[in-house]
Nanobody
Framework: QVQLVESGGGLVQPGGSLRLSCAAS????????MTWYRQAPGKERDLVAH???????DYVDSVKGRFTISKDNAKNTVYLQMNSLKPEDTAVYYC???????????????WGQGTQVTVSA
């Protein structure tokens, strides 16, 4: 089985920074794409940032210029560097990886457990 473990969330003041990490472990053959989502209380889960196998990235407009997604292929880890944080960035942040395990020919989506980010004075 494959497991994603997230870390790096917490409480930060407006204008501050946090770096989230999401590490995959298990019998992984390949990872196609890595994505960060967030879900605020009472709202739907929304895509924040995406990085594909070639390193190409996409961001939701509200975080462009403030957030940076990156990855370490050797560690099966994706990061989300969040700068200039705003109260509206408060949410539970989830990572998702589209990956193939060694026992299967087909890729699947695997989700992390989520990490809370709170931006407040």
């Amino acid at each position: 089985q494959v497991q994603l473990v997230e870390s790096g969330g917490g409480l930060v003041q407006p204008g501050g920074s946090l770096r989230l990490s999401c590490a995959a472990s298990g019998s992984i053959a390949s990872i196609n794409a890595m994505t960060w989502y967030r879900q605020a209380p009472g709202k739907e889960r929304d895509l924040v940032a995406h990085i594909n196998s070639g390193g190409g990235t996409d961001y939701v407009d509200s975080v462009k210029g403030r957030f940076t997604i990156s990855k370490d292929n050797a560690k099966n880890t994706v990061y989300l560097q969040m700068n200039s944080l705003k109260p509206e960035d408060t949410a539970v942040y989830y990572c998702k990886m589209n990956l193939r395990v060694r026992s299967s020919w087909f890729p699947k989506d695997v989700w992390g457990q989520g990490t809370q980010v709170t931006v407040s004075a």
